[in-house]
């Protein structure tokens, strides 16, 4: 059953599961430094992140996928995947970092990423600080951002509902209320729909661009709208 996370707290909650304590705390203190009035906790395997996602309830998690299951236990890709998947399906709002060298590894999970309803980024361990940053900042956002993998995990696909939706924002001009009521899903589906398209396409926020209008640039380049 999915789980609904609390908004009652006013508080940035985040969860950082690594069991490379060196590993771990440079992440520590990189979010602290950027996110200083945030509440963030730590686990060292799989079983501790469940126990803290039930317990603090927070709106991001960053992972590593190299994790053991329980303490003493190796770590494992297959143990960060069963994770990620548990996550995604029983926190399905939930925006997720995946911090790893074995970023490959998600191309398994490839439907549950693309219907997943909250941000979803990717963190290479190679990447600088402070391009981690921001894809903790898009994962926040609600954004999606495989690029780093898109090679093996997408190639251009598109579902039907996206080009419905292309259609009816570019070639009806209509705005995500209406596009939600005449396709009868929600605005946050919408939205969702949106940030899994620009994925696809490799449109990501940039400073001084619209992210709707470099989507219709991209969507008329590949052939999606006319």
């Known amino acids: ?26 992440t ?3 979010l602290k430094k950027q996110y ?34 329980k ?6 890709v297959d143990t960060g995947i069963k994770l990620l998947k548990t996550l995604m399906k029983d926190y399905p709002t939930l925006n997720l970092v995946v911090q790893s060298t074995y970023v490959e590894a998600l191309v398994r999970i490839k439907l549950d990423i693309d219907a997943h309803q909250g941000g979803f980024t ?35 696909e598109v579902k039907q509902e996206w080009l419905t939706l292309l259609s009816l924002a570019f ?3 209509l705005q995500d209320k209406e596009i939600a009521r005449r396709m009868q899903i929600s605005e946050r589906t919408v939205r969702n729909y949106w940030t899994k398209i620009q994925d696809t396409l490799g449109v990501y926020p940039e400073a001084g661009k619209n992210i709707r209008i470099q989507t219709q640039i991209r969507a008329r380049e590949e052939g999606l709208i006319d």
């Open 1 to 26: 059953m999915s789980k609904v996370l609390s908004e009652t707290s006013n508080q940035t909650k985040f969860l950082v599961v690594d069991d490379h304590e060196i590993v771990l705390n440079g």
């Open 28 to 30: 520590l203190d990189i």
């Open 36 to 69: 200083p009035d945030a509440k963030i906790f730590t686990a060292l395997t799989a079983q501790k992140a469940i126990e803290q996602m039930e317990i603090n309830q927070p709106e991001l998690v960053v992972t590593d996928l190299s994790i053991p299951e």
């Open 71 to 76: 303490p003493g236990e190796n770590a494992r």
């Open 122 to 156: 990717v963190a290479d361990k190679s990447i600088s600080s402070q391009e981690m940053l921001t894809r903790v900042d898009w994962a926040i956002q609600g954004l999606t951002h495989t690029k780093d993998i898109r090679g093996k995990l997408k190639g251009l």
């Open 171 to 173: 070639e009806e001009g």
